[in-house]
């Protein structure tokens, strides 16, 4: 993977710039990666920030960057279950951030830095279920955005309460029938909402028109289904199936904005929906937060809250540190607590600059 690192200012041949601030944000996941493969990375990674620091600062403070870039690598948790990591080091200041967001490898070395920059830094990669339904069978795929991978599946002989030579008979009472089949569908739906409150994604549910329209009329977890599509799905293997949904899967921005809404709508319902800057960052020190949710404008201009709301100004922070503005200290501890964060346009919030989606109820 190559690294992209973002120069300093433009160099001045004839006088060194004084402060030295790298950050690093990288993939790293040692449950699925082998140490010594991270390990190596970070090598790479610190030689070429030696390099570009050698070329433009202060020879002493380089030396303590990278003796204290070199302290924070040995010290490094390899046993965490996380997916990424980031790093800031400055010769005063230094933090590490483990995440659960997916992102790519990004190295930046400047005279100060930022933790919103992780935002930037965010990989969007679709990820998402695959419901298939069946009178008599439902499957459920995990999905990217290359295949599809089944992780459960479901006979209507097994559905709960329900002997299964009761229904290896056709039944002769088509409502009876009917009963059956709805008490099966709502066994798989309720599989499927166990699997969206470990995993909250997107859903696609695929079936015969008969089918979609029972499991429609029963299901709870409408705010998490994007679309329903119609079609024979009896004999379609993984690969058929992922070219079935195809379309949906290329244009993801849809997709994802499409849940955004639902889930939007679902945490306002739950009362576990927060807004406002000032009721954000009250709700990011006391409640596990799962979801924050930023207007691009606000991202690069957080100033825009300090007229109404002077006490949340910048300049309380620590100058040296990453967290320069009410909106850093935000992200830090909503990714820091295994949240994620998504950046969006200004219409999508509906005239708020930044949302936030709880785990748990405001007053629990």
């Not at 800031?88 to 997916?102: G, L, N, Q, R």
């Not at 009761?166 to 499927?192: C, Q």
């Not at 957080?302 to 309380?316: F, K, L, M, N, Y």
């Not at 620590?318 to 295994?338: A, L, P, T, Y």
Request: proline share 3%; glycine share 6%.
């Amino acid at each position: 993977m190559q690294t992209n690192i973002t120069p300093s200012i433009v160099r001045i041949e004839d006088k060194k710039r004084h402060w030295p601030a790298v950050s690093i944000i990288i993939p790293f996941e040692p449950v699925v990666q082998r140490k010594d493969e991270l390990m190596q990375n970070l090598q790479k990674i610190m030689k070429r920030v030696e390099w570009e620091l050698g070329t433009g600062y202060d020879d002493d403070l380089v030396d303590l960057v990278m003796m204290k870039l070199k302290v924070i690598i040995s010290g490094l948790n390899f046993t965490t279950f996380k997916k990424s990591l980031a790093i800031y080091v400055s010769p005063v200041f230094e933090k590490v951030i483990y995440m659960d967001m997916t992102v790519e490898e990004t190295v930046t070395i400047n005279e100060s830095f930022i933790i919103r920059d992780i935002v930037h830094a965010k990989k969007e990669i679709p990820a998402y279920f695959v419901l298939v339904l069946n009178r008599k069978w439902s499957i459920v795929y995990e999905g990217n955005g290359s295949r599809l991978v089944k992780i459960k599946s479901n006979g209507i002989g097994n559905t709960p309460a329900v002997g299964s030579h009761r229904l290896k008979t056709r039944e002769k009472d088509e409502d009876t029938g009917e009963f059956f089949v709805k008490r099966f569908l709502r066994h798989s739906d309720e599989g499927l909402s166990i699997l969206l409150s470990v995993m909250p994604r997107p859903v696609l549910v695929l079936g015969n028109k008969e089918i979609l329209d029972s499991f429609k009329s029963l299901t709870v977890n409408n705010k998490s289904i994007v679309e329903y599509v119609e079609g024979s799905f009896s004999k379609v293997t993984e690969e058929g199936l992922f070219k079935e949904i195809g379309s949906y899967i290329t244009d993801w921005d849809k997709i994802k904005i499409k849940h955004l809404y639902r889930q939007l709508e679902k945490a306002a319902t739950e009362g576990k929906l927060v807004s406002g800057i000032r009721d954000v960052h009250r709700s990011v020190l006391h409640h596990r937060n799962r979801l924050l949710i930023v207007s691009k404008n606000f991202l690069h201009n957080p100033e825009i809250t300090e007229v109404d709301q002077p006490g949340h100004a910048g300049s309380r922070f620590n100058k040296f540190s990453c967290v320069q503005h009410i909106i850093d200290d935000i992200i830090e501890r909503v990714v820091g607590n295994g949240g994620d964060v998504a950046l969006v346009d200004e219409d999508v919030l509906g005239g708020q600059q930044i949302v936030l989606l709880n785990d748990k109820l405001e007053n629990s």
